[in-house]
């Protein structure tokens, strides 16, 4: 019979400790410092890494370009693998959507030149030469 994690072993735990179990970031001063540059909020309102984080509360997280709206469904002091940390939050229905949409606009429209990778060749640098000696 498989065990069953106890997510609520901790009545309250720290926002940066949470968001690392949770692995919306990898390290805990990464977490930190996005708390730190304003790019977590709860309810709506801006904390620091020492808040003390509750079941049931709302975070607004900004992860690279996609914002994840999020409602705390427990509280984990250790890392554990991701379909462990996924149960520790429940997404809002909004945000899914908005995230999915962004996720396909992105797909349709690549931002230019994102397909580069590595160094020019020996045909591309002197396409840049010549383009750059024009002017």
């Keep these: ?5 106890d ?4 009545a309250r735990m720290r926002i940066d400790k949470w968001l690392w179990a949770a692995r919306f970031y990898k390290t805990r001063s990464l977490a930190a410092q996005a708390i730190a540059a304003g790019h977590v909020r709860l309810e709506g309102l801006a904390v620091k890494a020492a808040r003390e984080l509750q079941v049931g509360a709302s975070l607004e997280i900004a992860v690279g370009d996609a914002l994840w709206t999020v409602v705390v ?3 984990n002091a250790q890392r554990r693998p991701a379909v462990e ?3 520790l939050y429940e997404e809002t229905a909004d945000s899914r ?3 999915l949409a962004q996720q396909e606009a992105k797909r349709l429209a ?5 397909e580069l990778r590595g160094r020019p060749t020996k ?3 002197r396409l840049i030469r010549g383009f750059n000696d024009n002017f």
């Excluded at 019979?1 to 994690?5: D, G, K, L, N, Q």
């Excluded at 997510?7 to 901790?10: E, G, K, Y």
């Excluded at 690549?110 to 994102?114: A, D, I, L, R």
């Design 85 to 87: 940390a996924q149960q």
């Design 73 to 75: 469904r427990g509280l």
């Design 7 to 10: 997510f609520s072993a901790a």
């Design 123 to 125: 045909k591309a640098r």
């Design 110 to 114: 690549p931002v230019p030149g994102s």
């Design 1 to 5: 019979m498989a065990e069953t994690a």
């Design 97 to 99: 959507a908005r995230r």
